[in-house]
């Protein structure tokens, strides 16, 4: 007998994962729902690639089964997509990021994209959107503090500014710090006499950077305007690509075509599809 679906369950994605409002806990149906929340309706035949190495189509077909049994209609499907309408809490981030509403996305950001989420038997594909979107959150969310700590420092709240600032270098899912992130860390630290700025300034030097700065010069940089800095940009691995970019070239090796017009779901970016073919 099906479970009915509970309008207010919903995913948490960050810092763990979990469906809030049901008890069904099995980590790779909710890693496929995940996958689908985040990047829209796909091809069954995609998902059943992406996340099986044999028996795919069934194995697909039984995953979509325990998932409805456990969690109620929390998939929606016909006979070439699946997808669902379940709201997840990475989304929501991005919602607020794409805004400009810093403060809020900072609130959300209660820990790494799927922090300790490994499944033994995880394609590379697979492995490598978890990794590639934990990375590309957690630098969108230190890109937001660094605002906030930056505009504190404007107003002369340099303890507050460094406070943002150690947020941002210690975020939880980051693979470390740039060389842009680490010239913006480090003048904020100095400002608020943080501890983390003799760290900030050793990682640089790795890099090749020296960064030295009394507090006071620290202070005296944001007494004018602070330059604009540009956002993070996601790398795109182009999982599951492999027979779009196929197909795409097969019709560009074409010589009556001349002109392709491409499109796609949710985030995944039809632009950067068409980049992958260069």
């Given amino acids: 007998m099906l479970k009915v ?12 994962l979990e469906l809030l409002g049901a008890r069904f806990t099995q980590p790779k149906p909710l890693l496929l729902l995940v996958y689908l929340a985040l990047e829209g ?7 059943a690639e992406l996340f099986w190495t044999g028996h795919r189509m069934k194995s697909l077909s039984m995953t979509l089964t325990r998932l409805r049994q456990g969690a109620g209609e929390v998939i929606q499907e016909d006979d ?14 991005l919602g607020a990021l794409d805004k ?8 959300l950001y209660s820990g790494a994209f799927l922090e300790g ?15 590639s979107t934990r990375e590309y959150l957690a630098e969108r969310v230190q890109h937001a503090l660094l605002t906030l700590a930056e505009g504190a420092a404007k107003k002369g709240e340099f303890r507050a500014a460094a406070g943002f600032a150690e947020r941002a270098y210690t975020l ?32 640089a030097g790795g890099y090749g950077v020296t960064l030295r700065l009394t ?3 620290a202070r005296a940089r944001y007494k004018g305007d ?3 800095h540009p956002l993070p940009l996601r790398g795109t691995s182009f999982i599951g690509r492999d027979l779009e970019l196929t197909e795409l070239a097969t019709l560009l090796g074409r010589p009556q075509v001349s002109l392709l017009r491409s499109c796609s779901y949710a985030e995944v970016a039809a632009k950067a599809l068409s980049d992958g073919l260069q």
Wanted: hydrophobic share 40%; with cysteine.
């Fill in 117 to 131: 989420v490994v499944l033994p038997d995880w394609s590379s594909e697979v492995e490598e959107w978890v990794y």
């Fill in 41 to 47: 309706p796909k091809p069954r035949r995609h998902l």
């Fill in 215 to 217: 507090a006071d010069k």
């Fill in 226 to 228: 602070v330059a604009a």
């Fill in 5 to 16: 679906y509970n309008a207010r369950m919903k995913l948490r994605t960050l810092g763990g």
């Fill in 80 to 93: 070439k997509r699946v997808w669902t309408t379940l709201t997840n809490d990475a989304k929501a981030l």
């Fill in 172 to 203: 939880p899912g980051l693979g470390g710090s740039d060389v842009a992130a680490l010239r913006r860390l480090y003048p904020l630290l100095c400002a608020g006499d943080s501890l983390l700025a003799p760290e900030v300034r050793k990682e």
């Fill in 100 to 107: 400009s509403d810093w403060a809020g996305a900072s609130d």
